[in-house]
């Protein structure tokens, strides 16, 4: 399996208590990735090492999961794991709503204008707290676009391209 094909859903940022429970991240914003957990296998990973991992329960705390694995029954074993990460393999990833992409969707897909004139392609999806915003990498050097309705008319997966209508005042930069 290539790394490519993975995405990650949970960063191991620390342990709770002895008995080898996991402190996670969640990298995924689908609300039923960590609810609908228990049983669920799926592989740990830090850099080019990997680990099968059967999650027996979860509990939330705040904003994070705590995590209880098959294998992982004391603190040391959970301490071996931190700074990893939980991944599923792209066919695993629970579906969105319409309209609604996963950013390892976006990134790849080529961009054109209106006029279909071809911008670039998408190099990188940064996560803003008030919206993505997409780095379209062209010819001219890259484009931020906003991932806002106004500005992105259409995403077509299987033809991997997007339709942009530019922003006012970018036209001419593009």
Request: glycine share 8%; aromatic share 6%; hydrophobic share 40%.
């Amino acid at each position: 399996m290539q790394s490519g094909e993975l995405v990650s859903v949970g960063e191991v940022v620390g342990v709770l208590g002895l008995a080898g429970e996991l402190k996670v991240k969640p990298l995924s914003d689908h609300p039923r990735r960590f609810t609908e957990m228990p049983g669920q296998r799926m592989l740990w990973r830090r850099k080019d090492e990997f680990r099968r991992v059967n999650v027996r329960s979860v509990q939330t705390h705040g904003r994070y999961y705590i995590l209880a694995l098959d294998d992982c029954l004391s603190r040391e074993d959970a301490e071996k794991l931190v700074g990893g990460e939980l991944v599923v393999t792209q066919t695993e990833v629970l579906p969105l709503s319409s309209e609604t992409y996963y950013c390892f969707q976006i990134v790849g897909l080529a961009v054109f204008n209106e006029h279909r004139e071809k911008l670039g392609f998408v190099r990188e999806v940064l996560s803003l707290k008030s919206n993505d915003v997409y780095v379209v990498e062209g010819p001219r050097g890259d484009i931020l676009l906003p991932a806002l309705r106004s500005v992105v008319k259409e995403i077509d997966l299987v033809e991997k391209r997007m339709t942009v209508t530019l922003p006012l005042g970018m036209e001419d930069d593009a």
